[in-house]
């Protein structure tokens, strides 16, 4: 494969072009995690653009009601390259089966597509929390539209965090002199009737505590 087709495929998409949806949701569903994802349709643009027309195809096989392996064939030149995934649903469990296996599928060719680098810049990319709009009783959606308005309104934190634990104080520095820790006040009696008894006889005071 040239140089030339390799920057055509891995060429990064208008952010107005990228989609985002919610990984994760905060519990009363203001908040969410968005992350990109391409259109499975501009995924095929994308591959029509450097292949041309009639220079690639998809077949997607059946393996369960909710997922598909998808087989993406690529002709480069005289030589054909096959490409092999499988596809997932992500559609709500209230939709009927063809909309999974139309999910599945579009997930599948998403996914063939990026060992030839499209889209593969946008695994590396960080999710954002953002405001969310509730959908139905459970899940919710990215209130920016697409991946340009969420880098002018998002940031890159949680939307609650714990405050942060002080550090705890360095201790002192250490000194060649020990400091004398407080004696408990029995001990304190005992002391000062063992040195006035000294001054009487006079003794030489040396007291071990």
């Known amino acids: 494969m040239s140089d030339e087709l390799i920057q055509k495929l891995i060429a990064k998409f208008p952010p107005e072009q990228v ?10 569903r203001t908040k969410c995690l968005a992350v990109p994802y391409l259109d499975a349709r ?8 450097v292949f041309g027309l009639g220079g690639w195809s998809i077949n ?16 480069i030149g005289e030589q054909t390259a096959i490409y092999e995934d499988f596809g997932y649903s992500d559609a709500s469990d209230n ?7 139309k999910a599945a599928a579009s997930d599948g060719l998403k996914r063939c597509a990026v060992p030839l680098g499209v889209g593969r810049y946008l695994y590396r990319l960080e999710g954002k929390w953002c405001d ?5 009783e459970k899940s919710a959606r990215p209130k920016p539209a697409n991946l340009a308005e969420l880098l002018k309104v998002a940031g890159s934190q949680p939307p609650t965090q714990s405050a942060a634990k002080p550090e705890a104080a360095p201790p002192p ?6 400091k004398k820790r407080p004696l408990p006040r029995d001990k304190q009696v005992l002391v000062t009737e063992i040195a006035g008894l000294c001054d009487e006889r006079g003794w030489e005071e040396k007291v071990v505590v």
């Open 173 to 178: 520095a250490a000194t060649g002199e020990k």
């Open 132 to 136: 969310a709009v509730p959908i139905g």
């Open 42 to 49: 501009d995924v095929a643009e994308r591959l029509t653009e």
């Open 19 to 28: 989609q985002l949806k919610a990984k994760n949701v905060t519990k009363d």
């Open 95 to 101: 939709q009927p089966g063809p909309e999974h296996l």
């Open 60 to 75: 997607h096989q059946v393996v369960s009601e909710k997922c598909v392996k998808s087989t993406l064939t690529v002709q």
